[in-house]
């Protein structure tokens, strides 16, 4: 079993839906990052956090720790939301990628 | 101000020979990566260097060596590259360590035959 699982691993949307991608990790952690790899294959850093919750922009991101889960929410999608996403657990001394959320976002 | 970069962008190799990618950011990063990236799995570290003039090994160091030339540049090197090197490799750089928010490359595709 992965340290670090995402669901659901593909995810189709209509342009407008809101979208919930969700990372399960298995380990204590002390941060969690989102990323965003682009159709043609750059990475961007999108959240880092600790606690609660953080926004930027249409993007939410959610984390219990308690529960060991993290929320990526999408809010009204849109087509150049299509993107694989990438959580990244930092546990100790490193960081432990899950293998990311497929989401194409259709109009 | 561009970041981190990379070359080349796509390299083709025979297994046995040897090539060197390079990185380099310019955002004055003390802390710099080397990941790669393979179908079906997250991102694994190769190797790092916390600071200048220091390295340490990843979790898939196997078949690879890396300089950190001084600040900005940091390089991989495979000595004897073979078929199962084949991936996409990423460059990146954060402030202060492997927890803080990191800047990537646009990656390195390499295909060893």
């Known amino acids: 079993k992965n340290e670090v699982e995402q669901s659901p691993q593909n995810l189709t949307a209509q342009e407008g839906e809101f979208i919930t991608i969700n990372c399960s990790y298995s380990?204590?952690?002390?941060?969690l990052h989102w990323l965003q790899q682009h159709p043609g294959g750059g990475i961007v850093s999108l959240f880092m956090l600790s606690s609660g919750k953080k926004k930027h922009g249409r993007l939410i991101a959610t984390i219990n720790i308690q529960e060991k889960h993290s929320s990526l929410h999408i809010t009204a999608s849109h087509p150049r939301d299509s993107a694989v996403y990438i959580c990244?657990?930092?546990?100790?001394?490193?960081?432990?990628f899950g293998t990311g959320t497929r989401l194409q976002v259709f109009p | 101000n561009a970041g981190v970069t990379q070359t080349p962008k796509f390299q083709v190799l025979k297994t046995g020979q040897s090539m060197t990618l390079q990185c380099a950011q310019d955002?004055?990063?003390?802390?710099m990566y080397w990941y790669r990236q393979d179908p079906g799995m997250g991102l694994r570290l190769i190797y790092y260097s916390a600071s200048e003039g220091t390295t340490d090994k990843g979790e898939v160091p196997n078949g690879y060596n890396v300089s950190r030339l001084n600040k900005r540049e940091f390089s991989l090197r495979l000595e004897s590259a073979a078929p199962s090197q084949t991936s996409v490799y990423f460059c990146a750089s954060s402030d202060e360590g492997i927890q803080e928010t990191q800047y990537f490359g646009p990656g390195t595709r390499l295909l060893v035959l």
């Open positions: 990244a657990a930092f546990n100790t001394d490193k960081l432990i």
């Open positions: 380990v204590g952690i002390s941060a």
């Open positions: 955002m004055n990063h003390n802390s």
